[in-house]
């Protein structure tokens, strides 16, 4: 299995008034960036066979944009992607062939756990992922054996990498 990890893009900061945390949505300039990011990573990355994602506003607008970059492919929301629970996220991936791509996209400090935790870095790694960054990692033997980091790229690289 190949597991796209995706940070979703700027949105809303912290504590914005009259929005609650779980409906802050990108910004105009989240947006724009990440759509055209969106279209780098589709040239480095195959489509994948599923979309999921935290279903937190700004993942759900994130995995909106890159589903439309990669065509045909609509969202699922796993609850755990929000909360960093990688025995749901476990349960989430099982129904997917071995040989699957699968995209992700989370929060942080979520997406870096999870990516540390994939390549047997351990909690204290420094893989702190930008908004709109992506992570593309091979599990040979699935989730619980870990596997390897293929690439890691912020989100300039993959604007830069937009045809």
Do not use: N
């Not at 195959?46 to 935290?54: F, G, N, Q």
């Not at 929060?107 to 351990?122: K, T, V």
């Amino acid at each position: 299995m190949r597991l796209i990890l995706i940070r979703h893009a700027i949105a809303l900061p912290h504590g914005s008034p009259g929005v609650s945390e779980d409906e802050r949505p990108l910004t105009p300039r989240g947006q724009k960036r990440f759509r055209l990011a969106a279209a780098g990573l589709a040239r480095v990355v195959k489509r994948p066979e599923a979309v999921l994602t935290s279903p937190l506003l700004r993942a759900r607008q994130t995995a909106e944009i890159a589903a439309r970059a990669w065509g045909k492919l609509a969202p699922i929301d796993v609850a755990a992607l929000a909360t960093g629970d990688l025995e749901g996220l476990a349960l989430a991936l099982k129904d997917h062939s071995p040989e699957a791509r699968v995209a992700l996209v989370g929060h942080e400090p979520h997406m870096s756990a999870l990516l540390a935790h994939l390549i047997g870095a351990g909690g204290g790694a420094p893989l702190a992922f930008r908004k709109g960054g992506a992570a593309l990692v091979e599990l040979p033997g699935g989730l619980e054996q870990g596997g390897t980091l293929l690439w890691y790229l912020p989100p300039r690289i993959l604007v830069q990498l937009a045809p």
